[in-house]
């Protein structure tokens, strides 16, 4: 499914976006319903969203609770406050940890920051993780807040949910639907089927239970690439398409030193060529961390940042430098991102971001490098055909996407479909992985490059 142009005219990507955060905030501000549910895509200005739909409750007098699921995720959230509305009172509630947020928040004057959620009562705007918005209880507060925004919602737990839910009156829940599915430590098998589901994620359940609840989306990713949106949306976002806010000349990645002929570099071209680019090693059966493959991605990003790349886009039209804080490498386990950084060191590369999906959730990067989470395998295992995790690895870049994969995948799948039991009661989760990772190998084969030959 793709997403028409309206009747009579063109996309125009600012206006749709415009359209769909002025009726997110709307009802936000001024609906009825205890909640309201927004799906954005990779890179559609979620953030964004969540900023300033806190600004403008503030503005309203509403105070206001918001939501994250990480440290890092709220100390980002407090930063971006402070950056567009310096004279705005927020709150920081942090746990009793040796080193609980970000010491950057030091030094906002217009932050306050205390362990104890009575502490910052009164202010405009207080923010934390669910994990610590848990432990605070009604009783210990004057009233409940008003309203509270849920960020990065669909990676919330709905046993976290119902643990603050006495918190606030009325909600503003904003994630991606196309990421990872929540953490648990334990198997959920005993409560699948059950219409309160601990383990599935607080939007599903929310739902489930308020059918009626408003529903947006966020029509265009600012992050990706015209090259790249189709094909995301496509594979990851069947019932919730979206589209590019750039065309496919508004951003171009050159390189000052030409190719040496060898398969890195082959594939480099072609990426920056097409936004995409496969390079495949010869089909065999490797241990986890394949020393071949680690090496190949380790090759790739060296030639990256010798061949001098430079970017441009629609936020500069000068030249930006493919340095490697621009870079990132992505995989699917940590002792394979371990691998790679060793890699990396070997051939004198520092400051690149070498990371699992899971932490990679929300990043962006001029250029990503990923190991594919089948390369090498001689089974597909329900990890390693989460969805949500090459959706992550396939929707971090602005630039170009590099693959480094071992031929023979697509057989493998073949030889592997899907054998999850059946549960009653129980929602099939759609776009299903094997579905999805074929369809992405697809594309992929087009941008492939052989190496060696």
Known sequence: MRLAPPAGGTFDPGAEATRATDAILHDTLHGTHRGVVVDSPPGAGKSTLVVRAARELAAAGRPLMVIAQTNAQVDD???????????????????????????????????????????????????????????????????????????????????????????FERALFVGDPGQLDPFSIVGAEQWAGLSYDPSASAVSTLLAHNPELPQHRLPVSWRLPASAAPLVSDAFYPYTPFRSG?????????????????????????????????????????????????????????????????ATSERDPDPTPLTADRIAVGTAHRDQAAAV?????????????????????????????????????????????????????????????????????????????????????????????????????????????????
């Not at 202010?123 to 925004?149: E, M, Y």
């Not at 010869?282 to 991605?297: F, G, K, L």
């Not at 990772?437 to 941008?447: F, I, K, Q």
């Open 77 to 167: 959230l407090v930063l971006r406050l402070a950056e567009k509305d310096p004279e705005l009172p927020v709150g920081r509630l942090h746990s009793s940890d040796p080193d609980p947020y970000d010491k950057a928040l030091d030094d906002l004057a217009n932050v306050r920051k205390s362990t104890k959620a009575g502490d910052l009562a009164g202010l405009d705007v207080v923010i934390s993780t669910a994990a610590k918005w848990a432990h605070v209880k009604v009783d210990q507060l004057d009233a409940p807040w008003g309203h509270a925004i849920v960020d990065e919602a669909y990676q919330m737990r709905s046993d976290a949910l119902l643990a603050v839910a006495g918190l």
């Open 246 to 310: 750039t065309g496919h000349d508004d951003r171009a990645l050159t390189f000052g030193v030409p190719s040496d002929g060898s398969g890195p570099d082959q594939v480099i071209d072609e990426a920056a060529r097409a936004g995409w680019g496969l390079l495949e090693l010869p089909a065999r059966n490797t241990p986890r961390t394949d020393p071949e493959a680690v090496r190949a991605v380790a090759l790739v990003v060296r030639r990256l940042l010798d061949r001098g790349g430079a």
């Open 341 to 453: 950084r060793a890699a990396l060191a070997d051939l004198g590369v520092t400051d690149v971001t070498v990371d699992t999906a899971n932490r990679l959730q929300g990043r962006e990067y001029d250029v990503t490098v990923v190991l594919h989470p089948l390369s090498g395998r001689p089974d597909a295992t329900a990890f390693h055909l989460e969805t949500g995790r090459l959706c992550v690895l396939a929707s971090r870049h602005r630039h170009a996407c590099i693959v480094v994969c071992r031929a023979g995948v697509s057989d493998l799948l073949d030889d592997h479909p899907s054998t999850e039991p059946v549960q009653l009661g129980v929602t099939v989760k759609f776009p299903d992985g094997w579905e999805a990772n074929h369809a992405v190998l697809a594309r992929l084969s087009e941008h492939r490059v052989t190496w060696p030959r």
